[in-house]
């Protein structure tokens, strides 16, 4: 484990270990933080547990989109390869 990291999340802060650096968990903390404000601002009067599910879902609606683009993103470039190795054995045949 890493370094004690005080982070604030919805204005109550925290002290936290994990095993990125502390810029990290700052960068992810602020995300957090942000995401719950985001649920706060146009959902009024949840409860804070509802709120956190929603944030928790939302957060991993960004993970999940994330890894298919970079699935995506793999397959693209795997086709591309694919097609210039077919490229260069015709023009090297």
Known sequence: ??????IKIRDREYAIRGPDDRKQMLKVAAYVDKKL?????????????T?????????AGDYFQVIKEKEDLLTEINNRSQRLIQSLNRVLS
């Open 37 to 49: 404000k985001e649920i706060d601002d146009t959902k009024k009067g949840l409860f804070d547990d």
């Open 1 to 6: 484990m890493g370094e004690k990291v005080k």
């Open 51 to 59: 709120t956190a599910i929603i944030a928790a879902l939302d957060i």
